[in-house]
């Protein structure tokens, strides 16, 4: 039996579009002689669809998408699992998968576990299936599972989910095949996790089991794909990370194994591929490579799937915007970036050079505009009307404002998306300005600490481009007064990263980290810090999810909180 997975994006809402570029695939895996052909979770709709589910005309829109499939199939030899949301004959949705053969419904398996934790939030939309479809298909008895279901593995001690069912241990007698239809995030440290799954669930089941993930990105999330086959007492045989691909599967009488795997480089809404990554398929990336490889897809499907062209980016010489403006030219092209320097009366001569040398290596334009005569107009207003004269941070945060409002200002007289180019670290302890460097309609660093920053940076070092060796080696500096540095106001950034990853990550609080060895002063000047930041969080730009715990949907603070533990 020969088994086509489809590792390919969805566009959420876009019920006809993605019908429309699933049947040339479904088509094509036909002509190869596929009697099966597998799309990820609710690839009708995409994922997460959130409260469009509740939009009826969207459920009407499924309908008739199935609909065509059922005909698509009634031509064809070849029968299809998609994933799809259904209404019950009472109103309630289901987050299901149609088996469609011969022109009928020949069987539909309902998610049983619907999680409820960090990003997720599916028990507010659908009802939970009641049981694990086993059907029958030429001549091979096959289970048909969504993402969640096999998530439940008792034998897993990393995993913690509050399910009392296990769908995979309430399999009703021996199967030929296990098959999981999947939408899972993207996490840097999701992809051990999952092999380590998939080995277990084969061999609990004592079948192989074909894993479909999507692709792509959506709002904040990532999609890394890793689409596989993993048969019983072997390790999963993965399709390539963040790339839009068919893999052909052959299930004989002795187990599964790929016979082919297509990467498809025209799919629309597909990531570009990092050229770094991709270079050698065979090594285990470092995990550097990998968050870079996520960072570009989330940039590209955030930016063209919004339907924009272009994006700016405020150039100061330092990493965090160099390594955002390398990012946007690998994943958007350097012709569809553009930067701009706004240097002040403290800003250096090197990192004005910095920044033109970036611009310059990368090939993207950037022009400079100096933010003195606004900042020295804003000055004069201020003390006319306050009868004295600014200073400390209050002169900081205005020449931070002055450039929020320029770069604004350039991103809407040439329709270019601004990107804001804070990280993790900065965005954590609040040493950003709100109004000011936090403008822009994407963070696409915000969930990478200032260390993983310059780990992806030096990927790039063998590259075509990459990063002036200045900006790596220089200390961290917001250039805002004379002589300043990053660590006049803040720990050290291997020290910060630290207790920042173990608070925010490990949801460890002040007792645990100094238990753990660091310094109490330290933890509680830092987590005071993070308290007291979270208003700019709340008005922060969407960001790029590459963490187990991000500052984005899944983190759902309470705005005013005092318990002692946040301190």
């Known amino acids: 039996m020969l088994i086509t997975a489809l590792q390919v994006p969805a566009r959420v809402g876009d019920v006809r579009g993605n019908l429309a570029r699933l049947i040339p695939l479904l088509s094509a895996a036909a002509e190869r002689g596929a009697q099966l052909a597998i799309t990820p979770e609710l690839a009708l709709v995409g994922y997460p669809p959130r409260?469009?589910?509740?939009?009826?005309?969207?459920?009407?829109?499924?309908?008739?998408?199935?609909?065509?499939?059922?005909s698509f199939t009634q031509q064809s030899d070849l029968a299809v699992l998609v994933g799809a949301p259904w209404r019950q004959p009472d109103g309630t949705l289901t987050n299901s998968a149609f088996l469609l053969a011969d022109g009928n419904i020949a069987g539909r398996a309902d998610k049983q576990l619907l999680p409820y934790y960090d990003v997720f939030d599916e028990a507010?939309?659908?009802?939970?299936?009641?049981?694990?479809?086993c059907c029958t298909l030429a001549g091979r008895r096959i289970a048909v599972t969504l993402c969640e279901d096999i998530w439940n593995d008792p034998s897993q001690a990393f995993l913690d989910l509050p399910y009392a069912r296990d769908p995979v241990g309430g399999l009703p007698g021996r199967i030929?095949?296990?098959?999981?239809?999947?939408?899972?995030?993207?996490?840097?440290?999701?992809?051990?996790?999952?092999?380590?799954?998939?080995?277990?669930?084969?061999g609990r089941v004592q079948a192989p089991l074909v894993y479909v993930n999507q692709v792509g990105a959506q709002d904040e999330l990532v999609f890394d794909g890793q689409s596989s086959v993993t048969s019983p007492g072997e390790h999963p045989i993965e399709a390539p990370r963040f790339a839009a691909c068919a893999l052909d599967v052959h299930l004989g009488m002795e187990g599964a194994a790929v016979v082919r795997s297509e990467h498809l480089v025209n799919a629309a809404g597909a990531p570009p591929r990092c050229a770094a990554l991709a270079a050698n398929p065979s090594a285990e990336p470092s995990e550097a490579l990998v968050l870079r490889a996520a960072l570009l897809t989330g940039l590209h499907g955030y930016v063209r799937n919004n339907g924009f062209e272009r994006v700016l980016v405020g150039l100061s010489g330092g990493l965090d915007s160099a390594l955002v403006a390398l990012l946007a030219a690998?994943?958007?092209?350097?012709?569809?970036?553009?930067?701009?320097?706004?240097?002040?009366?403290?800003?250096?001569?090197?990192?004005?050079?910095?920044?033109?040398?970036?611009?310059?290596?990368?090939?993207?334009?950037?022009?400079?505009?100096?933010?003195?005569?606004?900042?020295?107009?804003?000055?004069?207003?201020?003390?006319t009307t306050l009868g004295e004269s600014l200073a400390g941070l209050t002169l900081e945060n205005l020449q931070a404002r002055a450039r929020g409002t320029l770069l604004m200002a350039v991103s809407n007289q040439h329709h270019a998306l601004l990107l804001t180019t804070g990280?993790?670290?900065?965005?954590?302890?609040?040493?950003?300005?709100?109004?000011?460097?936090?403008?822009g309609a994407l963070a696409p660093i915000a969930d990478v600490?200032?260390?993983?920053?310059?780990?992806?940076?030096?990927?790039?070092?063998?590259?075509?481009?990459?990063?002036?060796?200045?900006?790596?080696?220089?200390?961290?500096?917001?250039?805002?007064?004379?002589?300043?540095?990053?660590?006049?106001?803040?720990?050290?950034?291997?020290?910060?990263?630290?207790?920042?990853?173990?608070?925010?990550?490990?949801?460890?609080?002040?007792?645990?980290?100094?238990?753990?060895?660091?310094?109490?002063?330290?933890?509680?000047?830092?987590?005071?810090?993070?308290?007291?930041?979270?208003?700019?969080?709340?008005?922060?730009?969407?960001?790029?999810?590459?963490?187990?715990?991000?500052?984005?949907?899944g983190w759902r603070m309470p705005l005013t909180a005092t318990w002692p533990g946040l301190r």
């Open 330 to 383: 690998e994943a958007l092209g350097a012709d569809a970036v553009s930067a701009l320097s706004l240097p002040s009366r403290h800003s250096s001569d090197h990192s004005r050079e910095d920044a033109q040398a970036l611009a310059d290596a990368a090939g993207f334009s950037c022009r400079e505009m100096s933010i003195e005569d606004v900042v020295q107009a804003a000055e004069r207003s201020l003390r």
């Open 176 to 202: 030929d095949l296990l098959v999981n239809l999947s939408a899972s995030p993207f996490d840097r440290t999701k992809a051990a996790k999952r092999r380590r799954l998939l080995t277990s669930v084969a």
């Open 51 to 70: 409260d469009l589910l509740w939009r009826p005309g969207l459920i009407s829109d499924v309908e008739r998408a199935i609909d065509d499939l059922r």
């Open 449 to 553: 600490f200032k260390t993983q920053a310059y780990a992806i940076a030096h990927t790039y070092d063998d590259g075509p481009t990459p990063m002036p060796g200045r900006i790596l080696t220089k200390a961290p500096s917001a250039e805002l007064r004379p002589d300043q540095r990053d660590d006049d106001s803040l720990p050290p950034y291997p020290v910060l990263d630290r207790i920042l990853m173990g608070f925010i990550e490990e949801r460890l609080d002040a007792a645990a980290l100094i238990a753990a060895g660091e310094d109490a002063g330290i933890v509680r000047e830092v987590l005071s810090l993070v308290r007291g930041a979270e208003f700019k969080r709340w008005q922060a730009a969407p960001l790029i999810k590459v963490s187990a715990r991000a500052f984005g949907g």
């Open 124 to 133: 507010r939309y659908f009802r939970p299936g009641r049981e694990t479809l």
């Open 423 to 439: 990280n993790k670290s900065e965005l954590a302890v609040g040493y950003c300005t709100l109004y000011g460097d936090m403008c």
